[in-house]
């Protein structure tokens, strides 16, 4: 209630929450008569210090009820109970917005599985891409507005701890985008919080995505000043690329290989769909350039491919960390035609195709726990005074997560952590590990000590005689479900294999290099291919480079490398 707001009409309250000024609800009568007239389908109620004391948010909220009715409402203190106000405000208007969008839909999408006989759990996937409970994800939905980019780097994770690799740097390439992100020590790199656009704040735990506008609809233009670009603009799905016959009249990437020969136009999403090369050619001959047409393609391939080298660099720069130590995972339909030719740009240890890459990101749904969470603000000296104040609210908020289990046999594991800081600092370090059991003046200690050790890895600082200051506890319950499965390949000869057929690559040299094109179905483990090779499968093309082999792992996965 913005003007309710604005009038200063707030709780005041000390630290501890004992003492509020009493709620002028004649007043918020009368702001909400005001609203009564225009067509109100939600309301957020943040109030400053209504992390600490929640009364005032609760009233607030039946007074909604009664004077506007049965609608939409969210509290910032049920919503995200933590310090820093625009936040706290964000994240609980954002709530609202998806209580709106999701709620009849959900209700209607349970109903229909009902209907058609599923007898399992519906559940959503939140924004590091764990499973919730469907009606629990309903209560706080929030948590699951931006869940499809998290999957992919959960399904890079679990792959990567059956092929021994958990470093990985993760780009999926569809049409539109390239969804690039991290995984270190075999897990996700995760987030307190994240921006869904400018300046809105959503206060829940996300895996750190990163999107460029670059993909197989990323078109291929020509600035005032003569250069050729490619992307951010994208062609879309209709009309789409030229090639696609619906009315596209400027180049795509998926034009660039097509010209190139690498794309087959009787194959294109497994033969499905026909792709038209010569209107592909017809779009790069009407640019605006002096450039010649194998500097047209050629440009357009390697502009491309730089786009998504300079996004995965960037992310490896901004980390600290070496991208040698790393393997890049391609998928997305897209990222096994562009991310071996950026091999040599980003100076990774090889490149991985996992199997299925054009549904990779899907099966990151099945590759999850289910998972529960629960966060609190309470700004507390780490002292062991403090002790029995931070244990209650690490109980509180382990007995509310665990009536959240259907099943009351379930094997839950409780993961604690907290964000911290140093004594006069603004901003947490967080994701400092706390320990299980109850909290005393011994654990507090090794608090202390955690917090130090996670602030010297990320600031390469140590500062043991300032004290430490908790800001928010948090409590992640988890269920271990099973994993979707990938099935070990017969073991093959090992050698080199042939090419089912060849073709001439086109535009990537000044004269035109034969090259292999192979099934990828056909493959066994320990198969090797060396490129230039084109590998077909329903959903993908794998494009490699002349002086790169592909050896193929024992779950089906291309391993890529430098000759």
């Given amino acids: 209630m913005p003007r309710y707001l604005r009038r200063g009409i707030h709780e005041r309250i000390k630290a501890d929450g004992s003492v509020l000024i009493p709620l002028d609800e004649a007043q918020v009568r009368e702001e909400l008569a005001v609203l009564r007239k225009c067509d109100i389908q939600g309301v957020a109620i943040c109030l400053i210090n209504a992390y600490v004391n929640a009364s005032h948010e609760q009233r607030i909220r039946e007074l909604v009820r009664e004077e506007l009715g049965d609608i939409a409402v969210s509290i910032s203190s049920e919503t995200s109970p933590l310090a820093k106000e625009w936040a706290r405000a964000s994240t609980t208007t954002i709530d609202v917005l998806m209580k709106l969008i999701y709620g009849d839909y959900s209700t209607k999408l349970a109903n229909g599985l009902t209907d058609l006989g599923f007898s399992g759990e519906f559940n959503y996937a939140n924004c590091a891409a764990q499973l919730v409970n469907a009606d629990i994800a309903m209560e706080q939905p929030f948590e699951i507005v931006f869940a499809g980019p998290a999957a992919g780097a959960v399904a890079s994770a679990h792959f990567g701890t059956l092929i021994d690799r958990g470093n990985l740097l993760c780009a999926d390439v569809g049409g539109t985008s390239c969804d690039i992100s991290m995984v270190s020590d075999g897990a996700p790199y995760v987030n307190t919080t994240f921006l869904l656009e400018h300046d809105l704040v959503v206060n829940a735990l996300s895996t750190e995505v990163d999107s460029i506008g670059a993909g197989g609809g990323s078109l291929v233009t020509i600035s005032p000043t003569g250069d050729l670009l490619v992307g951010p603009g994208s062609a879309g799905a209709n009309p789409g690329p030229a090639c696609y016959g619906r009315g596209g009249t400027q180049p795509a990437t998926t034009d660039t290989l097509v010209m190139m020969g690498v794309v087959d136009p009787t194959t294109f999403a497994g033969g499905r769909m026909s792709l038209d090369p010569e209107k592909s050619r017809k779009a790069f001959e009407d640019l605006d350039t002096t450039l010649s047409m194998h500097q047209r393609i050629n440009y357009a391939f390697n502009i491309g491919v730089n786009n998504v080298a300079e996004g995965i660099t960037n992310i490896a720069i901004k980390h600290g960390i070496d991208p040698r130590d790393y393997s890049l995972v391609a998928f997305g339909a897209a990222g096994p035609m562009l991310l071996p030719a950026c091999l040599d740009h980003v100076h990774a240890r090889e490149v991985i195709v996992p199997p299925h890459p054009g549904l990779f990101s899907a099966l990151g749904l099945v590759s999850s726990d289910q998972v529960y969470g629960d966060s609190r603000g309470s700004y507390v000296m780490l002292t062991p005074e403090a002790a029995a104040s931070i244990d209650k609210i690490y109980a509180e908020m382990e007995a509310g997560l665990r009536a959240r289990f259907r099943d009351s046999a379930a094997q839950i594991e409780f993961v604690r952590s907290m964000d911290a800081r140093l004594a006069g600092q603004t901003w947490e370090t967080p994701f400092v590990s706390v320990p299980a059991g109850e909290i005393t003046p011994a654990k507090v200690d ?118």
């Fill in 446 to 563: 090794e608090m202390v000590q955690n917090f130090h050790h996670v602030y010297q890895s990320r600031a390469g600082n140590r500062f043991d005689d300032l004290p430490v200051q908790a800001v928010t506890y948090r409590v992640e319950a988890v269920v271990k479900v099973g994993k979707v499965d990938y099935p070990r390949l017969q073991q093959g000869s090992g050698c080199v294999l042939k090419p089912e057929s060849t073709f001439d690559l086109r535009y990537l040299s000044e004269e035109p290099i034969s090259a292999g094109r192979y099934q990828r179905e056909t493959f066994k483990a320990g198969d090797r291919i060396e490129g230039p090779a084109v590998i077909h499968e329903a959903l993908s093309t794998t494009f490699m480079l002349p002086g790169q082999i592909a050896t193929v792992g024992e779950y089906g996965e291309l391993r890529i490398t430098r000759t």
